[in-house]
């Protein structure tokens, strides 16, 4: 089953709720909400006060990826604040960090996911894959919204996929950056099941025709 998860680093901020009212009502399966310290990319958007207001306005799946510097400190908390899928990236922290960053997930009886930048091989997820409920392949440069997909990344999503399909079946595959029904095709051919799209879905008018062309793309 196709997952679509917009990115409210495009939505109207200040109008947010009536933001994610609308994606949820349209079919959104995962509200994805995009978390930078200006360290570990170039950009700052929102942290833990934002997912505890969001949290308390809908039931909704939070899908909150960390664009973060050393995620171990943080995890507890962003799961505390309401988060149900806490997302970090594998080359924001040392290995053994990383796996207590899970088992932290874990405890708190969140879903834990990791994500790779565009120059990152998939073979870097290998020793985490089993611990885990979801992969992420970045299909842009972390940092920024509205960028170009980067159709070099669809090999990797393929690595991954049989990765993924050989070794933890139940772990979803996520990509993230410049998906719109032009390229929701070709990731999803690659093996993908969860997309995330952000200005694809929220510059339109009708958000749930725009989820919907998405996920039947």
């Known amino acids: 089953m196709i997952k679509v998860a917009p990115s409210i680093l495009s939505a109207d901020f200040c109008n947010l709720g009536s933001e994610i009212a609308e994606i949820t009502a349209g079919g959104a ?23 505890r207001s969001i949290r ?7 899908d909150v990826h ?8 943080y995890v507890e908390r962003f799961c505390q604040a309401g988060a149900d899928l806490v997302v970090f990236h594998a080359e924001a922290d040392e290995p053994q960090d990383l796996f207590a960053a899970i088992e932290t997930v874990k405890r708190q009886g969140k879903r834990v996911g990791l994500a790779i930048k565009p120059k990152t091989p998939a073979e870097v997820l ?15 440069e972390p940092g920024f919204g509205g ?3 980067l159709s070099d990344m669809l090999p990797k999503i393929e690595t991954l ?18 998906i719109d029904v032009q390229t929701a095709p070709l990731v999803k051919q690659a093996g993908a099941n969860v997309l995330v799209a952000g200005s694809a879905v929220f510059r339109e008018r ?9 996920r039947n793309a």
Do not use: W
């Open 29 to 51: 399966d995962y509200i994805h909400v995009d978390v930078m310290d200006g360290i570990f990319v170039p950009n700052i958007s929102i942290g833990i006060p934002v997912v």
């Open 56 to 62: 308390k306005h809908t039931a909704h799946t939070l």
């Open 66 to 73: 960390l664009m973060i510097d050393r995620p171990h400190r």
């Open 126 to 140: 290998s020793p985490y894959l089993a611990l885990l409920d979801l992969a992420l392949v970045m299909t842009v």
């Open 147 to 149: 960028q170009s997909f």
């Open 161 to 178: 996929r049989a990765m993924i399909d050989a070794r933890n079946p139940a772990c979803e595959l996520e990509v993230d950056g410049g």
């Open 206 to 214: 009708d958000r749930a025709a725009a989820i919907q062309a998405i």
